[in-house]
């Protein structure tokens, strides 16, 4: 069955992103946290060619290579206090002057539009505060008056680059039109660009940059005097950088597919790849399409194709929109029956719309999208990194190095959702190029209604492995296969699956992270220990860390060698725990607690008495090396 749904609405075009920016409260003192890249987003928001731009009647623009901002133009800050740093817009021509308010966001570390060498405008809401602010920041730049005398339809264009952390830009993010400077029309450039949980398309960072267009022809047709407005209402986000502003003419065809998607579950997740055992009879698909054109578009159809990876066609269907008045967006929705025995291959799933005025389309390049999806034997997971098909992928790392004063066990947690039983052996884990020989981690799985009820539940998982030290040759090789001490059959139901990752210190661990496609918040959450040890939970915000469940794990992949001949009494212990060894040699025992905090260290030959007495009650992990091989013990102290 084909759903529809359609709305009106000042609709900016965004090639955007898909990212997580983590925060942690700040009554604990700590900063706010990026943790994963910009992502092109050609399946979700379409960017105009180059010469589609240059096809329209440009009549102003503005550059900012002047030097400073432009004459006649004004620039406040409404709300922030005087004997406080006001947020308003500041000229450069160094890109990379946002990096400092990207705050280690890589996709976010310099203003990555072309002529940003040849000056921009950018303001800062970080400011480089420790903790928000107390009052709000009320941004106003105001442009001198603009001649569109004699312009039937105006549109507004510019490049763009913004990320929010505490306001929803999609509300508080405005470019206002007036031609009195008293009485403004209110327009949004970012309409999913949220602060909150974002769950696709919306997001917290854009693209960078971002090509913004709006329709401003109901405030600004033919008015011998226009202003534009750039207002922000902030407490503390990150920045808003902007540059190559236009007015031109409006296309009079352009119909655009903002996004295509296809989901196992119909909930939004849309996983990368998916064992044959756990998948569905039908899959979701849909997409959404936007008429920026100035006249109606008709006879408008969506249609999607399935393809293997030999180009046969497995399956294919439409949804007859009909007429898409100018202005309007509509959304198709259907659930598609999949072909019994779906081999395992890889699959591409390409969406495009087509109407009565396809030949006289502006920019005929975005009437499509793609999107793909793997049919495997073992391997069950979020991303899909390495098969996104002609979609550019866009992927960075995060883990043990991301979190200040936070890097023993930080759990990155990906849900997978199972339609049958599945028998699951280990963690396959995608490696971040920080990772350094000798961090740690340890794999799990955990009840997802638990986690989502009370995070406590992260120290008690269904299953578990030992703690697998990081070698360089899983460094060299990319991708690491964990196994849990025992199988586990998981049955219909969600569950997270768990990397905790241990920096031991001095060596980092690092994941990727495919942040391509978009995804729901909570399909990947973090788990960050904090200084006074509570437990928070974090959604991911569109992103999927490559945490991937497998039945068979890659052969290929080198285990710890473990170190034999180890015997720890008793346990549970009241104070004092005995190690004995039939090694030779001197050999380390390490000691960390519940949160993964590192709390003994010591050397030993043959016997050692360890007092724990100081110590809470609770799980201990003990990990004994040689340098080359070790074994590790849960302990628990009452």
Request: proline share 5%.
């Amino acid at each position: 069955m084909n759903k529809l749904y359609i709305s009106a609405m000042a609709f900016a075009v965004v090639g955007g992103s898909v990212s997580a920016q983590l925060a942690q409260n700040a009554t604990f003192g700590l900063t706010k946290l990026h943790t994963a890249a910009d992502n092109e987003r050609a399946s979700a928001y379409a960017r105009p060619t180059a010469s589609a731009v240059e096809n329209r009647a440009v009549f102003w623009t503005e550059d900012f290579s002047g030097g400073a901002i432009p004459a006649g133009w004004t620039n406040v800050d409404e709300l922030t206090p005087q004997n406080e740093t006001p947020v308003t817009f500041v000229w450069s021509n160094n890109p990379d002057d946002v990096a400092p308010s990207a705050l280690g966001y890589v996709a976010s570390a310099n203003f990555n539009t072309p002529g940003a060498s040849n000056g921009y405008l950018w303001s800062d809401s970080d400011r480089g505060l420790p903790v928000a602010p107390s009052t709000e920041s009320l941004t106003k730049l105001t442009t001198a008056a603009i001649n569109c005398s004699g312009q039937p339809t105006v549109q507004f264009t510019m490049k763009s680059l913004i990320g929010v952390f505490a306001n929803d830009a999609n509300q508080f993010v405005k470019l206002r039109v007036s031609t009195d400077l008293e009485n403004w029309t209110d327009f949004f450039p970012f309409p999913c660009l949220i602060s909150g949980a974002a769950a696709p398309p919306c997001v917290r960072w854009s693209a960078n940059p971002q090509d913004v267009l709006i329709n401003i022809t109901s405030a600004a047709a033919n008015q011998p005097v226009v202003y534009l407005q750039f207002e922000w209402l902030g407490n503390w986000e990150y920045f808003w950088a902007i540059d190559d502003l236009q007015l031109s003419s409006l296309p009079e065809n352009e119909i655009k597919m903002n996004f295509g998607y296809v989901s196992s579950t119909g909930l939004g997740e849309e996983y990368g790849r998916i064992p044959n055992a756990l998948l569905p009879a039908t899959m979701n698909v849909g997409a959404q399409v936007w008429n920026f054109g100035g006249t109606d578009q008709t006879n408008v159809v969506v249609s999607y194709e399935i393809t293997n990876a030999g180009g046969t066609v497995i399956l294919n269907g439409q949804t007859n929109v009909g007429t898409i008045l100018q202005g309007d967006t509509v959304t198709t929705d259907e659930d598609a029956a999949l072909p019994p025995g779906l081999a395992n291959d890889l699959y591409t799933v390409t969406f495009e719309v087509t109407s009565d005025q396809t030949a006289l389309d502006e920019d005929p390049s975005d009437n499509v999208r793609v999107r793909t999806f793997e049919v495997t034997s073992s391997l069950y997971s979020l991303d899909n990194l390495g098969q996104h098909g002609p979609v550019q992928e866009v992927t960075s790392q995060v883990g043990s190095g991301s979190f200040l004063d936070n890097s023993e066990n930080v759990k990155f947690m990906v849900m997978y959702d199972f339609i049958d039983q599945f028998e699951a052996t280990g963690i396959q884990i995608a490696l971040g190029p920080a990772t350094s020989p000798g961090s740690s981690i340890i794999v799990s799985i955990l009840d997802t209604a638990d986690v989502l009820a009370t995070t406590s539940v992260v120290n008690l998982p269904l299953a578990e492995s030992d703690q697998y030290t990081i070698t360089q040759e899983d460094i060299d090789a990319g991708v690491v296969g964990i196994p849990f001490l025992e199988p586990i059959t998981l049955d219909p139901n969600s569950y997270y699956a768990v990397a905790s990752l241990f920096a031991d210190g001095t060596n980092d661990v690092s994941l990727l992270d495919d942040a391509t496609v978009p995804q729901p918040a909570l399909a990947s959450v973090l788990w960050i220990p904090i200084d006074d040890q509570n437990q928070n939970l974090y959604g991911g915000n569109g992103v999927a860390w490559a945490v991937r469940l497998t039945s068979v794990l890659n052969v290929a992949v080198n285990s710890n060698v473990e170190l034999e001949g180890i015997t720890t009494y008793p346990n549970p212990t009241n104070g004092v725990l005995n190690i004995s060894t039939s090694q030779t040699g001197k050999l380390l025992v390490e000691v960390m607690n519940i949160v993964g905090e590192l709390v003994m260290t010591t050397n030993f030959t043959g016997v050692a008495a360890l007092d724990m007495s100081t110590y809470a009650d609770g799980v201990y992990t003990v990990r004994i090396s040689d340098g080359t091989k070790s074994t590790v013990k849960r302990i628990t102290l009452n």
